[in-house]
């Protein structure tokens, strides 16, 4: 079994998925080099995991090119 050597998340280290990366990006700053998982995101910002989930949702229904 190979090990994972994707991005992973800068404060757990858990892989993450491009949503993951794109909301990184668009809540923090488009040229953003590390990323956090829906997790540590949520922790930072204080919401729900949930909530990131449906935004992300929102700004990929909105055309925003971090989400296609």
């Given amino acids: 079994m190979s090990e994972y050597t994707g991005p ?29 998982c829906y997790s540590c995101l949520a922790e930072h910002f204080r919401v729900t995991v949930e909530d990131l989930r449906r935004k992300a949702e929102e ?6 090119t971090l989400f296609l």
């Fill in 59 to 64: 700004f990929r229904e909105m055309g925003c």
């Fill in 8 to 36: 992973v998340c800068i404060r757990c280290r858990a892989p993450l998925t491009r949503d993951e990366i794109g909301l990184t990006k668009k809540l923090i700053n488009r040229g953003c080099t590390e990323f956090q």
